[in-house]
């Protein structure tokens, strides 16, 4: 026959709420954000990201004359502080004692677990919801058509406007060929992704899965299909006004090939439940927490938005 304490259930009552959150950390999850993002482990809380500028042109050498020396510069520094994220839960003693696995699964286990996603879903997905009024590193909206360049007169445009249409898509498109590194030369980058509320799934596939022109009567070929074919994700996070006649939703284009740009989910700490029993209020206490921070780097590559209005 098995014996035991009083005094040792609450120890067993706290190995079965590890037990239980474990088990939903192990669960397959429907995630959302790392189709927009890029997740970087970051030791220090707080990380430094650069864009790098570019070496000059070459120059013709003449005799005699002396050679100019050039540098890579770090400039418009993009700083992301990882900070904690907790929520607490509580249940009565009496209540895990008389029903113990419904008690502890509900309050510690794929509840908890899937609120501390859903609230690191919704930070990323603000990350782009807020592009067009949040300043980036180098003094001007993270999504402006005036993106100044550390050592060039010209200009990085990553604003669309409008609507998510085949015109306004391909506007888009084709701001990707305008898009240059801190000296001024084009670099090599092109839209892979297109990131959408899920509402506007229907306007998408029309448009990039349509081998004819999209809601047009005609044979015309679909050039978006083929100049600038693109994954589609969707993410619910993402803005959506439905008040007016016509429902409004930003929509990007994303490089998710481009090296250090977009968005950056910063990890600093993964999430862990803290358990205690708390004797004075007749509770089993604890803490969910995470550590991590997010941001959009590199300011005017990577990312083309539109606020869709």
Known sequence: MATGRISDIPNLILAGISEVFNAALQKQYELMYPAICREVMEEKQTGIYQTIGALGSPRVHREGSAIIYDKIGEDHQTTIVS??????VS???PSIEFDLYNVVEATFGEQLVTRMIQYKEELVA???NDMF???GADGVALASASHPLC??????DNLATGALTTNNCKAA????NSIYDQGGKPIKTRPTHLAIHPNKMFEAVEILGSSLLAMELSNTMNSVSKVAPVTITSNVYFDYDDSGATPVSPWFLLDKGLPKSGCVLQKHSGLRLKAWEEEEDFTYKGVARECYGVGITTPGYGIVASTGA
């Open 133 to 135: 009024t949040d300043t």
């Open 126 to 128: 603000d990350a782009y």
């Open 173 to 176: 498109a084709n701001k990707f």
């Open 83 to 88: 900070q904690w994220i907790e929520m607490g």
């Open 151 to 156: 050592n060039s007169s010209l200009l990085n």
């Open 91 to 93: 249940a009565s003693i």
